[in-house]
Nanobody
Framework: QLQASGGGSVQAGGSLRLSCAAS????????TAWFRQAPGKEREFVAN??????????EYADSVKGRFTISRDNAKNTVYLQMSSLKFEDTAVYYC???????????????????WGQGTQVTVSS
């Protein structure tokens, strides 16, 4: 089970930290990703972090590079998404997801992930 939390309302330029806590799986052994979905839009990739055996390699969507940071606390079995310099267009429901698949190439498609948590709403006011 994946439990996403940390969403809320913030003004543009502000920061939020999302958390994805897992039970029944060890996040350090799999890939965890954040996706987001705004009203009327498709779900889009935000960031992912690979398993520790893959050096915890990270990928980001171009739209969030330099503003968002994904990280993992293995002791807490939790993945975080630190979001800074938030923009109105970051407003969306944010979902965390995991997959036990390991591929060498990008893993930015929703179809790459098997398990999904419930979303957490992030609202950025301009």
């Amino acid at each position: 089970q994946l439990q996403a939390s940390g969403g809320g309302s913030v003004q543009a330029g502000g920061s939020l930290r999302l958390s994805c806590a897992a039970s029944g799986r060890t996040l350090s052994r799999i890939t965890t990703a954040w996706f987001r979905q705004a009203p009327g839009k498709e779900r889009e990739f935000v960031a992912n972090i690979r398993r520790s055996a893959s050096s915890s390699f990270t990928e980001y969507a171009d739209s969030v590079k330099g503003r968002f940071t994904i990280s993992r606390d293995n002791a807490k079995n939790t993945v975080y998404l630190q979001m800074s310099s938030l923009k109105f267009e970051d407003t969306a429901v944010y979902y965390c997801s995991t997959t036990a698949r390991h591929v060498a190439g990008p893993m930015k498609r929703a179809d790459d992930y098997a398990d999904w948590g419930q979303g957490t709403q992030v609202t950025v006011s301009s």
